[in-house]
């Protein structure tokens, strides 16, 4: 009974390992090339997906770059790029952007933006109305709203950012943007902004989580922070869904690649560790 009772055990062992290899076998043989371009809020997720992917799926090469959303569906619709990283659906109209006919939208993360200031600001709550003076040029000095006697400094994204289009419809309630002005500087991508924000004194801007560091101040916007339980509670209103825009016949390499990204393993895991929210939270 013994010795059959341990032909079991090895039996068993034995087909846990050859379903092993059989899966590994499998997944290795998914050959082929993604390249990925558009929005660089998103590159985080994007660049740490790409290297998960890549150890189980060895022989696809996978490649992102990010100058911005608009980029993404622009480069899809080139020819140039399989997905195109957007922090809104292209296949849609949206305020300054008509829609990218024969697109198809994948929603693959929950992006919660918030307003930074420089960490030598003494200011960590702003109102709606006194971003909007701020970001327009009308406020220009901290003490109007609460902080020390210093001009303040505004950066800003440039024309063609999710993370722009984001901010300026939920945060600022559309509200204009200045455009010049020697407190004005305007940057190209999130991580422009970061360093912007980070070594600029008296400097205020807008990010998504995934760039926020310690060297600024990520404000609560009419006395709510933008964490996640407060954009899960809908206390919190500044974020987006970022999206994967594909063709409508995305290769097999690109399909299995957003699958991963959608994946529950990759959403509670990694994704969540870069700030990002899975798009399943969201009810």
């Known amino acids: 009974m013994k010795w059959f009772k341990k032909l079991a055990v090895v039996t068993l062992a034995a087909a846990f390992t050859l ?82 006919t024969g697109q198809v939208a994948n929603k693959v993360a929950v992006i919660p933006f918030a307003a930074v200031v420089n960490s030598n600001v003494k200011v960590d709550n702003l109102t709606t109305k006194q971003l909007q003076d701020i970001f327009s040029g009308k406020v220009t000095n ?36 200045m455009s010049k002005g020697s407190n004005y500087k305007e940057v190209k991508s999130s991580g422009d902004m970061k360093t912007a924000v980070e070594s600029t004194p008296n400097a205020i801007g807008y990010m998504d989580l995934a760039y926020v560091t310690s060297k600024m101040t990520a404000l609560k916007i009419d006395g709510v922070a933008p964490t996640e339980a407060n954009v899960i509670n809908k206390k919190y209103d500044v974020w987006s869904y970022g999206y994967y825009m594909t063709s409508e016949k995305p290769s097999d390499a690109t399909k299995e690649f957003i699958k991963y990204v959608q994946s529950a393993k990759f959403q509670n895991g990694s994704l969540k560790k870069l700030k990002f929210i899975p798009i399943s939270a969201m009810k």
């Open 19 to 100: 379903s092993a290899v059989t899966s590994a076998g499998a997944a290795s043989k998914l050959s082929g090339k993604v390249v990925i371009n558009g929005s660089s809020a998103l590159l985080p997720l994007t660049l740490q997906a790409a290297n998960e992917f890549k150890k189980l799926h060895p022989k696809v090469k996978i490649s992102a770059s990010a100058a911005g959303s608009v980029t993404g569906p622009q480069a899809v619709r080139k020819g140039i790029a399989d997905i195109g990283a957007c922090d809104w659906d292209a296949s849609t109209d949206v305020p300054g952007f008509k829609k990218f």
């Open 142 to 177: 901290w003490k109007d709203v609460g902080g020390s006697d210093a001009e303040i400094v505004v950066v800003n994204r440039s024309f063609g950012s999710g993370t722009r289009v984001n901010f300026q419809l939920k945060a600022l309630k559309g509200s204009d943007f």
